[in-house]
C-alpha cells in the first residue's frame, strides 16, 4: 500500500469545538477531511481507506439547535427513533436479534455477582475456592441497569464522581478470533462518564472507534437525549456534552460528500 501520509499530517488527536450538535459535526468533518491521518483499514468485513484519528468533541450546548446539521444524512424521525431505541429499548425479539444493542449493554448489563468481591489478583485454585465459599460455586448473574444505578447515586451523592456507565465485556469483546466471536462485532461505545457539576449534568463519552461523516450525528443526538432523561430525572440542568473517539474516521466512500460539508 502506497504511504500517503509521507511529509503530511501526522497520527494525532483533534480538538473541536462547537455550540450545539449541528455547528460541532460540521467542524469535525471539516478538521478531519483536512488534518485526518490517511489510514488504510484492512478488516475482514471491509478494507477501504479512511481519514482517520482519535478526536475530542466538545459541545457546549447540546440541546440548542439545530440539534444535527442539514448536511448531515439523518432524518428527524430516524434521530428520534434512535434514540428511544437506545434509551427504552426495542421489543425483545427484535434486541435479541442483533450481536448488541446499547440499550442491552446499559440498561440489561449481564454481571456475575461473584465477581464484584473477587480479589484483585488470583490463581485458579484461589479462584474456584473462592466461588465456591460464596455462591456454592455457581456464577449468580444479575442484569444491571446502569443508567437508574447512575440516577440513584446523584440523587444520593450530587458530588459522586465514579458514576461509570460501560459496555464492554472483555471475555466476548476481546475475544475476536473465536468462534463465538467470527461473525459478531462489539460495540463502538464504550463507557459514559457524567458528571454534576453546578446543577447540571455533564456527559462524557468514549468511542473505540465511530463514524464521523454518517454515524456520529446520531449517535450524539440519542447519547444527548439519554443526558437529558437522567438530568431531568435527577432534577439538575444539562451541561456540556465531550465525545473523544479513540479512532473517529471518514470512510473513503463518502469523501467527497463530507468534502461538500
Known sequence: MENTNAGKNPYQPLIVRGKNLGEAWENAVRSMMQNGYDRFVKAPEYQTWTKDSP??????????????????????????????????????????????????????????????????????????????????????????????????????????????????????????????????????????HPQLVEEKLHFNVVMKTNDLYSAWPGNAYALTVLQKHMADKIGVGIGHYTHFSIAMQVYQEVYEAAKMV
Not at 71 to 90: C, F, R, V, W
Open 55 to 192: 478526536m475530542f468533541i466538545m459541545v457546549l450546548d447540546p440541546f440548542a439547535n439545530p440539534r444535527f446539521s442539514s448536511k448531515a444524512p439523518l432524518t428527524q424521525e430516524m434521530a428520534d427513533e434512535y434514540a428511544n431505541n437506545l434509551i427504552n429499548g426495542m421489543p425483545k425479539d427484535k434486541e435479541n436479534s442483533f450481536d448488541y444493542t446499547y440499550y442491552s449493554r446499559l440498561r440489561h448489563y449481564p454481571d456475575c455477582l461473584i465477581r464484584a468481591g473477587m480479589p484483585a489478583v488470583a490463581d485458579e485454585h484461589e479462584i474456584k475456592s473462592y466461588v465456591r465459599k460464596v455462591s456454592e460455586g455457581k456464577c449468580v448473574v444479575q442484569r444491571i441497569d446502569q443508567v437508574e444505578k447512575a440516577i440513584d447515586i446523584f440523587k444520593k451523592d450530587p458530588t459522586r464522581r465514579t458514576v461509570v456507565m460501560h459496555t464492554w465485556i472483555p471475555m466476548r469483546d476481546l475475544a475476536k478470533f473465536t468462534p463465538e466471536r467470527k461473525d459478531t462485532s462489539s460495540p463502538c461505545l464504550v463507557l459514559v
